[in-house]
C-alpha cells in the first residue's frame, strides 16, 4: 500500500499529463491553483485532506462542455485511475461523488450529495474564479469567445437560466455582475468566506476603475 503523499504526487503527474492540451481556463496551472487553494482552506478546517487533495486535482480531468455534456465521464476517469493505485473503494467513490456534483452548473439545479470534502473543494475551485485570477480568467475567456470587454448598452442580466448562461454573448464585465460578484456569498465553509472578502472587494475595486477609465476620468 503507497502513502498519502506518494498517492498525491502520482495523481498530480497523471493530471499535469492528461491537461496538456487543456485551455487555459481549465489547465494545469488552474488544478494547481485550486490544489493550493484546498491546501490553505485544510490549514482551518476539518476534513479528509486525501480525498479533498485528490479531488482538487481530478475534478477538471474531463470538462463535460468536450464530451458532449456527459458528466460522467470525469468520475469514470478519475475513478479508474485512483483504483489503478489501490486507494480504497470508498475514498474513490466519494471523490467521485464530488466530481460530479460539484460543477457551478450542476449547483445551479440539484445537488443530491453533500460532504466537507465537498463543500472545501468547491470553494477552492470557485476562489480561483474570483479576484486578480477571476478577472484575469473572465477576460482571458471573453477574448477567446471574441466578446466585447464592456458594452455600457447592454445592460448585466440578473438570474440567468441555465441556458442563458451557457449562450450568453453579452460582454466580459457583465459577467462580473452574473456570476463573479455572487460568489462570495456561495462560499460553504467559514475559511472560503473570509478569503472570498477580500478577491471580492478587489474585483468591485476594478470595476470601479475601469468605469472611471471608461468614463475618460483621471
Ligand atoms: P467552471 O470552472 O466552474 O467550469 P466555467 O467553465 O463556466 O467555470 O468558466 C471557466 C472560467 O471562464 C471562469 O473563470 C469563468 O469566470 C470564466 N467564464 C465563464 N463564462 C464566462 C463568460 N460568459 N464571460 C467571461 N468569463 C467567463
Ligand atoms: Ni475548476
Given at each position: 500500500m503507497i502513502d498519502d503523499k506518494t498517492i498525491i504526487q502520482r495523481t498530480a503527474v497523471f493530471v499535469q499529463e492528461k491537461l496538456r492540451n487543456a485551455e487555459a481556463g481549465h489547465d494545469w496551472w488552474h488544478i494547481q491553483r485550486v490544489w493550493n487553494n484546498t491546501k490553505l482552506i485544510l490549514q482551518t478546517e476539518e476534513a479528509d485532506a486525501l480525498v479533498c487533495e485528490l479531488t482538487a486535482l481530478l475534478h477538471d480531468i474531463a470538462d463535460s462542455k468536450f464530451h458532449h455534456g456527459d458528466e460522467q465521464v470525469g468520475p469514470r476517469i478519475a475513478g479508474e485511475f485512483l483504483h489503478s493505485l489501490g486507494l480504497d473503494d470508498s475514498r474513490i467513490e466519494h471523490v467521485q461523488q464530488i466530481i460530479f456534483n460539484m460543477s457551478y452548473k450542476a449547483s445551479l439545479g440539484q445537488i443530491d450529495f453533500h460532504s466537507k470534502e465537498l463543500e472545501i473543494v468547491q470553494d477552492a475551485d470557485r476562489l480561483d474564479a474570483i479576484g486578480a485570477i477571476g478577472i484575469a480568467r473572465?477576460?482571458?475567456?471573453?477574448?477567446?469567445?471574441?466578446?466585447?470587454?464592456?458594452?455600457?448598452?447592454?445592460?448585466?442580466?440578473?438570474?440567468?437560466?441555465?441556458?442563458?448562461?451557457?449562450?450568453?454573448?453579452?460582454?466580459?464585465?457583465?459577467?462580473?455582475?452574473?456570476?463573479?460578484?455572487?460568489?462570495?456569498?456561495?462560499?460553504?465553509?467559514?475559511?472560503?468566506?473570509?478569503?472570498?472578502?477580500?478577491?471580492?472587494?478587489?474585483?468591485?475595486?476594478?470595476?470601479q476603475q475601469f468605469y472611471g477609465e471608461w468614463n475618460g476620468e483621471r
Open positions: 473572465a477576460f482571458h475567456y471573453g477574448g477567446f469567445k471574441n466578446r466585447e470587454i464592456y458594452n455600457p448598452n447592454i445592460p448585466p442580466q440578473k438570474q440567468l437560466s441555465k441556458e442563458a448562461y451557457k449562450n450568453t454573448t453579452a460582454p466580459t464585465v457583465n459577467h462580473f455582475y452574473e456570476k463573479l460578484l455572487l460568489l462570495r456569498d456561495k462560499m460553504n465553509t467559514d475559511t472560503a468566506k473570509q478569503i472570498a472578502k477580500h478577491r471580492h472587494y478587489f474585483m468591485e475595486s476594478f470595476l
